[in-house]
């Protein structure tokens, strides 16, 4: 049975085009990929990539394309075969059917001008050798069922398994970001094949660290990553590129506060938390916001386990982890803050919350007191829909108290009214560790509700206390 997609205009816009030149130039190219997959998928094609290949040269094809439609290519590489064009929202690549072979030390293939069947059988997933022909009249060519898989949500290898990930590893990174992004199944023999070779992935020379992090990002960035996380925990993929959330698996909590392991208690907190941010790095901050309690974890009798401090040493393993796994340093105190403070807002939940404690994190947080907010709410996980329900309408109340605080006081960015060059002409001092303590005095102020949060207020209260500490402390 044919299939047809009825989805894409084959007669008018850069599709039309494409099939026109084809045609006129009498040559042999096709859609396929990507492009393919989800317009049977019926995803919006708008802004996506569109990948052509061209039995034989694809950079005169582009070219004479290009040349024929008055535009000018956006990039050529003819040792590869491709070239790119960027157009209309759409990255239009072209590149020359290719048959591919590994060495065992590279996944870097020795390429070579290819058929149509070569060159969709090298490809990772049955869904993405589909291809549409330019020259004919917008039937699907499968040569590896791979509409059927897209209709079963199934992902599988056109060819074994277990080459494809050994010849290839970074395949198995691209599988699971798949499934997530797509919600399919991984096929019986593929999973395997994927724990089989997950090793691969500890070779350098094989695949870079930054390839893996740019995968493991796109996987927490699905709509629902508890499905990709999960699954490079279950294939042993999870120890190898981030094992200390692979650590949290089976680390028990105490019964009366959350219901599940460590491990999958993240899993619910990181769905809870993309279902209101495509923020990656909230994201990333709601994956790690625990990621210390196998380390801190204590029993304690008529308690259960305790994993006092975890949240200190959860902020400090974020440089290490940074580091390796080559993530963007600027965005470390970002995610140490929220770890370091996402037990803070549920504690004011718990007891009758001073104004004083309601200032301090409202100015602890600063800019990103509404972002610790979301990732304290995703924390809220239980069994029990009552229970939840009830705990999300205390933590309401004290959410509101919080932001109205921190807007009031004017809290976003604390620090003293009176900056340290003024406490130091006021009080006739040198730079020293005096003008920090009459500083940190005047936000203590602030902070308790002494003063209001205001130059006037705050200048006369450093004139009030600057004696006695300039006495105190003045010769120490």
């Given at each position: 049975?044919?299939?047809?997609?009825?989805?894409?205009?084959?007669?008018?816009?850069?599709?039309?085009?494409?099939?026109?030149?084809?045609?006129?130039?009498?040559?042999?190219?096709?859609?396929?990929?990507?492009?393919?997959?989800?317009?049977?998928?019926?995803?919006?094609?708008?802004?996506?990539d569109i990948d052509i290949m061209v039995i034989g040269d694809a950079v005169e094809f582009a070219e004479g394309f290009a040349g024929s439609n008055k535009m000018n290519l956006?990039?050529?590489?003819?040792?590869?075969?491709?070239?790119?064009?960027?157009?209309?929202?759409?990255?239009?690549?072209?590149?020359?059917?290719?048959?591919?072979?590994?060495?065992?030390?590279?996944?870097?293939?020795?390429?070579?001008?290819?058929?149509?069947?070569?060159?969709?059988?090298?490809?990772?997933?049955?869904?993405?050798?589909?291809?549409?022909?330019?020259?004919?009249?917008?039937?699907?060519?499968?040569?590896?069922?791979?509409?059927?898989?897209?209709?079963?949500?199934?992902?599988?290898?056109?060819?074994?398994?277990?080459?494809?990930?050994?010849?290839?590893?970074?395949?198995?990174?691209?599988?699971?970001?798949?499934?997530?992004?797509?919600?399919?199944?991984?096929?019986?023999?593929?999973?395997?094949?994927?724990?089989?070779?997950?090793?691969?992935?500890?070779?350098?020379?094989?695949?870079?660290?930054?390839?893996?992090?740019?995968?493991?990002?796109?996987?927490?960035?699905?709509?629902?990553?508890?499905?990709?996380?999960?699954?490079?925990?279950?294939?042993?993929?999870?120890?190898?590129?981030?094992?200390?959330?692979?650590?949290?698996?089976?680390?028990?909590?105490?019964?009366?506060?959350?219901?599940?392991?460590?491990?999958?208690?993240?899993?619910?907190?990181?769905?809870?938390?993309?279902?209101?941010?495509?923020?990656?790095?909230?994201?990333?901050?709601?994956?790690?916001?625990?990621?210390?309690?196998?380390?801190?974890?204590?029993?304690?009798?008529?308690?259960?386990?305790?994993?006092?401090?975890?949240?200190?040493?959860?902020?400090?393993?974020?440089?290490?982890?940074?580091?390796?796994?080559?993530?963007?340093?600027?965005?470390?105190?970002?995610?140490?803050?929220?770890?370091?403070?996402?037990?803070?807002?549920?504690?004011?939940?718990?007891?009758?919350?001073?104004?004083?404690?309601?200032?301090?994190?409202?100015?602890?947080?600063?800019?990103?007191?509404?972002?610790?907010?979301?990732?304290?709410?995703?924390?809220?996980?239980?069994?029990?829909?009552?229970?939840?329900?009830?705990?999300?309408?205390?933590?309401?109340?004290?959410?509101?108290?919080?932001?109205?605080?921190?807007?009031?006081?004017?809290?976003?960015?604390?620090?003293?009214?009176?900056?340290g060059d003024e406490i130091m002409e006021i009080c006739g001092i040198e730079p020293s560790k005096l003008v920090g303590i009459l500083k940190t005095s005047i936000e203590e102020?602030?902070?308790?509700?002494?003063?209001?949060?205001?130059?006037?207020?705050?200048?006369?209260?450093?004139?009030?206390?600057?004696?006695?500490?300039?006495?105190?402390?003045?010769?120490?």
């Amino acid at each position: 049975m044919k299939t047809i997609i009825q989805n894409i205009d084959f007669k008018s816009g850069l599709i039309g085009d494409l099939v026109r030149f084809t045609k006129k130039s009498k040559a042999e190219a096709y859609i396929v990929g990507g492009f393919v997959r989800d317009s049977l998928l019926g995803i919006d094609m708008t802004g996506l990539d569109i990948d052509i290949m061209v039995i034989g040269d694809a950079v005169e094809f582009a070219e004479g394309f290009a040349g024929s439609n008055k535009m000018n290519l956006s990039a050529v590489y003819k040792n590869f075969g491709t070239a790119l064009l960027n157009i209309d929202n759409n990255k239009v690549e072209f590149a020359s059917s290719r048959k591919e072979s590994y060495s065992r030390d590279s996944r870097k293939p020795v390429v070579e001008f290819g058929t149509l069947d070569e060159d969709l059988s090298r490809r990772d997933f049955t869904i993405n050798t589909l291809a549409i022909s330019l020259s004919g009249s917008g039937e699907v060519i499968d040569k590896f069922g791979g509409i059927k898989d897209l209709k079963d949500k199934i992902l599988k290898t056109p060819l074994e398994p277990d080459k494809t990930f050994f010849d290839d590893p970074l395949r198995i990174l691209r599988a699971i970001r798949f499934a997530s992004k797509l919600d399919f199944a991984i096929e019986e023999n593929t999973f395997k094949a994927i724990a089989d070779n997950k090793n691969r992935l500890k070779e350098d020379s094989v695949v870079s660290q930054e390839r893996i992090t740019t995968e493991f990002l796109k996987i927490l960035e699905s709509d629902k990553p508890s499905i990709g996380l999960n699954l490079l925990f279950l294939t042993g993929v999870m120890d190898i590129i981030f094992p200390e959330i692979s650590n949290l698996g089976g680390i028990d909590q105490r019964k009366d506060y959350h219901h599940k392991d460590v491990f999958f208690h993240t899993l619910e907190v990181v769905d809870n938390i993309s279902k209101v941010t495509d923020d990656v790095w909230l994201r990333f901050a709601a994956l790690t916001h625990d990621i210390a309690k196998p380390r801190t974890k204590k029993f304690i009798p008529g308690t259960g386990w305790t994993f006092h401090g975890h949240e200190e040493l959860g902020a400090r393993m974020m440089k290490k982890i940074f580091d390796r796994m080559h993530l963007p340093l600027n965005k470390i105190d970002y995610v140490s803050k929220l770890i370091r403070l996402h037990l803070r807002p549920a504690a004011l939940v718990n007891q009758d919350a001073t104004d004083s404690a309601v200032r301090r994190l409202a100015a602890e947080a600063g800019e990103e007191l509404v972002d610790l907010l979301k990732l304290c709410r995703a924390d809220i996980t239980s069994k029990n829909p009552d229970k939840v329900k009830k705990y999300l309408s205390n933590f309401a109340l004290v959410e509101k108290r919080i932001l109205e605080v921190q807007e009031k006081d004017n809290l976003r960015n604390f620090q003293s009214p009176v900056r340290g060059d003024e406490i130091m002409e006021i009080c006739g001092i040198e730079p020293s560790k005096l003008v920090g303590i009459l500083k940190t005095s005047i936000e203590e102020a602030i902070l308790e509700g002494i003063i209001p949060n205001k130059y006037n207020a705050a200048l006369e209260y450093l004139y009030k206390i600057k004696d006695d500490i300039i006495e105190e402390f003045g010769n120490k």
